[in-house]
């Protein structure tokens, strides 16, 4: 049970967070304003504003388009992200496993992480045509070596000491990873899930703005080609918040409770 004094904290800290976002949108208010009436540099319908905004994201919810743009861009990146994990486990076993592979494809993957998502989209369309199947790819591309990398150093932080104990308990090779390396790698790896899905997420955008009939990134280009200022940036917040609740609410939330369980924090 809560304290009298944690209680208070907690209320002010949320006082303090609601503050804030008043503040930051009352800044943005009168932004626009010196920069539409004051200054007069920008023409209203290039700048986005509080009120054009909800009243786009109004719209938006009305007709049914932005819960059908959120269910798709989330279903296509649950998708590729699912792939990801898959084939980067795998990759960071093998190189794990192989000094060849450590010395040579880790190199390579530490590189081809290093492309923006988008480079990935002309080698989508191409192979896989305008579809389902070429967005999914640039996710999984996207966000695939970055768990292979996470997997394999994750591995690696493994205390040995674990590993002998098992071997003196008469644990099989088979059963190694699954009892004793990955559940004592488990938060290395939940963190870099957490990572590989703000590439996913990213990767998605970058899918989606260029071949797709319904989806977050398809809804921003709509704004584009309608001059519609306030819908982008509607669309914009509305990607910001799916990531910092999957962020905060999901992969945070279990890597405190990995961390708290193993007394780490």
């Known amino acids: 049970m809560k304290t009298g004094g944690e209680a208070g904290v907690k209320m002010r ?4 967070s609601v503050l804030f976002f008043i503040g930051l949108i009352a800044f943005w208010q009168l932004l626009y304003v010196a920069a539409t009436d004051w200054m007069e540099w920008a023409k209203p319908y290039a700048v986005p ?22 269910g798709k861009s989330m279903l296509r990146v649950l998708v590729g992200f699912l792939i990801s994990l898959v084939i980067g486990v795998l990759f960071g076993i093998l190189i794990i496993q192989s000094d060849y592979f450590a010395r040579n494809l ?19 369309i191409l192979w896989f045509g305008l579809n389902e199947s070429a967005i999914v ?8 070596f970055s768990i292979s990398l996470s997997v394999e150093s994750g591995i690696k932080e493994v205390p040995p000491i674990y590993i002998k104990a098992a071997r003196t308990m008469g644990v099989t090779p088979g059963k190694m990873y699954t009892k004793v390396i990955f559940p004592a790698a488990l938060p290395s790896f939940v963190a870099g899930m957490k990572q590989a899905w703000s590439f996913a997420w990213r990767a998605l955008m970058s899918g989606e703005v260029m071949s797709a009939s319904v989806g977050l990134g398809y809804t921003l280009m709509i704004g584009r080609d309608l ?8 669309v914009m917040l509305v990607i910001i918040l799916i990531g910092i609740v999957i ?3 999901i992969f945070s939330s279990v890597e405190n409770y990995l961390l708290r369980q193993r007394g780490l924090k």
């Open 49 to 70: 504003h509080p009120a054009g905004v909800v009243q786009s994201a109004g719209t938006l919810l009305a007709n049914g388009t932005l819960f059908a743009a959120v």
């Open 137 to 144: 790819f640039v996710v999984v591309m996207g966000s695939v």
């Open 106 to 124: 880790k190199p390579l993957l530490l590189g081809i992480q290093t492309l923006p998502s988008i480079c990935w989209v002309p080698f989508a």
């Open 13 to 16: 800290r949320i006082l303090g």
């Open 247 to 249: 962020d905060k609410g």
């Open 227 to 234: 001059a519609d200022i306030n819908q982008v940036m509607t």
